[in-house]
């Protein structure tokens, strides 16, 4: 018998149905993530096993026991199964140490001695004791998602379910959040179930990724197999996806601010270290200022499209440019050799057989 047992769960709203029949089962001390496109029923999915949501239809077993039963106790249910919400969901009007106090003593009838200690040893755990007479606004997104933690923690549940738990933060944010969960994985086996759109959590801290799409575990399987060598073409598409940051330059449509705005967002995002975002972004800055900035101003029908994909924790970074609409190469016939000087400095040419492509990869 698994620790959770999700047996073809169906939820509708209305017309719509994002979970058609979800199957899976996590055993104690996996930490399984779950990722894919949005509105696509993840966050349904986990407030379903605390019941925040009730199923359409299907079984939820904890232990064997259906949890999705008309007369289960929520509250106990609750106890054992924490949640970590993307929006903290802290009271801003308690201290960091009442927030985490008020629930074991409502809930679990905690003496206001005992909830404090355990309160007090769980913001040790998360690296927030010093915090603990703090208000939510004084501190940092990423500290207040700590404190919800450590609040989750205080109850003892036996199983942590946590919906985003980055993606409400700062990129500079996101690590320490990353850090705790992954600790509570690697020393305190904590089973865990992390709906996540942060690609390193995903990888970095679980132990089994499921993808979820079209109402149904499309696949599932090592983070390894997932990120690297998914079996399943709609895996393969999600994946790299999350993984590239891709950009149209049209005539008098492009506003390269906002282009290079969104490539900072995505080196971000994928975690590169201060070097290879700075490589990423001149090199791409120099190839579209040195050629194809010039090349637009003769030949107004060109297209260019830009790509960069990163592989694993950034040991590989490719950037392909593919142009269409001229019969020249902009890259051959623009040459600004400044640009070029900065950008060979910085790159290796992949050679490519088709035409109008040329592929860069950035050194590392
Ligand atoms: N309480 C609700 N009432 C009606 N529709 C809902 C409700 N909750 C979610 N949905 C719909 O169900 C779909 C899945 O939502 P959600 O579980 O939030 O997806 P995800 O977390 O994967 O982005 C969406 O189309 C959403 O609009
Ligand atoms: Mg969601």
């Not at 970095?204 to 390894?224: K, M, Q, Y």
């Amino acid at each position: 018998m698994s620790f959770l047992e999700i047996k073809r769960l169906r939820k509708q709203f209305g017309d719509v149905t994002p979970l058609r029949s979800v199957s899976f089962s996590v055993e104690k001390g996996e930490v399984v993530s779950i990722i894919g496109p949005s509105g696509t029923g993840k966050s349904t999915l986990i407030r379903c096993i605390n019941r925040l949501e009730t199923p359409s239809s299907g079984q939820i077993l904890l232990e064997g026991k259906n949890i999705c039963a008309p007369d289960t106790d929520l509250t106990a249910l609750r106890r054992r199964v924490g949640m970590v919400f993307q929006s903290f969901n802290l009271f801003g009007h308690l201290t960091v140490l009442q927030n985490i106090v008020m629930p074991q003593m409502d809930i679990l009838g905690r003496s206001a001695e005992d909830a404090r200690k355990e309160a007090l040893r769980q913001l040790r755990r998360v690296g927030l004791d010093s915090k603990a007479g703090s208000r939510p606004e004084e501190l940092s997104g990423g500290q207040k998602q700590r404190a919800a933690i450590a609040r989750a923690l205080a109850m003892q549940p036996e199983i942590m379910l946590f919906d985003e738990p980055t993606s409400a933060l700062d990129p500079t944010m996101v690590s320490e959040v990353r850090n705790v969960i992954a600790r509570l994985a690697s020393e305190e086996e904590m089973t865990m179930l992390i709906v996540t759109h942060e690609m390193r959590l995903a990888r970095d801290v679980s132990t089994r990724v499921l993808f979820l799409n079209d109402g149904e575990i499309a696949e599932d399987g090592s983070p390894e197999q997932i990120f690297d060598s998914p079996l399943n073409e709609s895996t393969r598409q999600f994946v790299m996806r999350v993984n590239s940051w891709q950009w149209v330059i049209d005539y008098g449509r492009t506003d390269f601010f906002m282009m290079m705005s969104s490539l900072e967002a995505f080196c971000q995002s994928r975690f590169m270290n201060r070097r290879l975002m700075n490589s990423c972004e001149m090199v791409v800055e120099e190839l579209v200022s040195g050629h194809i900035q010039p090349c637009l101003k003769d030949y107004d029908e060109m297209r260019v499209e830009f790509r960069l994909e990163t592989i694993g924790d950034n040991e590989s970074v490719t950037l392909t440019a593919e142009f269409s609409g001229v019969d020249l190469d902009p890259f051959d016939e623009y040459a600004l050799p400044m640009s070029d000087a900065i950008v060979n400095s910085k790159t290796r040419r992949i050679p490519q057989d088709g035409e109008g492509i040329r592929v860069w990869e950035i050194i590392v």
